[in-house]
């Protein structure tokens, strides 16, 4: 969908890298292996975003570290278009408000890191979900944004004991549940 509106691969890839997430960051070596592009080709749309004050920059060191400004007055915009283009917000509309008591949701992998790798991995946690529900809406959703829907579903009980794990990796909170 981006790709008829925005011309540049790159700046796709790195709207994608800082806008499915808002807290990722990022400097420029690190996303030239990540894109396995040229530093000379990110460099030149880093600067362009930068300047548009659509991503902002701090040193840390020698690196300069980039993030998205969420502070812009088209922030929520940019990221909307994001997630629509990658069907995040169908994950959210169709799977998460449909399926029952879901207390809290996350993605996590690829998608909380700002990679479009095709694969969306959705953690559910609530009680009483329908698992023949979440497979049917998981389905539909999948053929609807062209993405595979990895989901986990846990009890509150099941999330407690493993909270501790999904804290060290990176996550991109859907829904905030209450606490447990």
Same mark, same amino acid.
């Given at each position: 969908m981006l790709k008829s509106i925005i011309t540049s691969e790159t700046r796709i890839k790195l709207l994608f890298k800082f806008f499915l997430n808002p807290k990722t960051k990022g400097y420029? !070596?690190? &996303?030239?292996?990540? $894109? @396995?592009?040229?530093? @000379?080709?990110? !460099?030149?749309? &880093?600067?362009? &975003?930068? /300047?548009?004050?659509? &991503?902002?920059? /701090? $040193? +840390?060191? !020698?690196? +300069?570290?980039? +993030?998205? @400004?969420s502070s812009h007055p088209l922030f929520n915009e940019l990221r909307n278009i994001v997630l629509k283009s990658t069907g995040i917000d169908k994950v959210i509309s169709n799977i998460i408000n449909k399926i029952g008591d879901v207390g809290t949701a996350f993605i996590r992998g690829d998608y909380a890191v700002g990679n479009d790798s095709g694969l969306i991995d959705l953690v559910l946690v609530g009680s009483n979900l329908n698992n023949k529900e979440i497979n049917r809406v998981k389905n539909k959703t999948e053929k609807l944004i062209d993405r595979k829907i990895s989901i986990l579903v846990l009890t509150p009980a099941e999330y407690k004991n493993l909270k501790h794990n999904f804290e060290k990796e990176p996550t991109f909170v859907l829904l905030k549940g209450k606490k447990r």
């Open positions: 420029l !070596r690190q &996303l030239s292996s990540e $894109f @396995n592009e040229s530093t @000379n080709g990110i !460099r030149v749309e &880093l600067n362009k &975003l930068e /300047e548009a004050k659509i &991503l902002i920059s /701090e $040193f +840390k060191g !020698r690196n +300069k570290i980039y +993030k998205a @400004n």
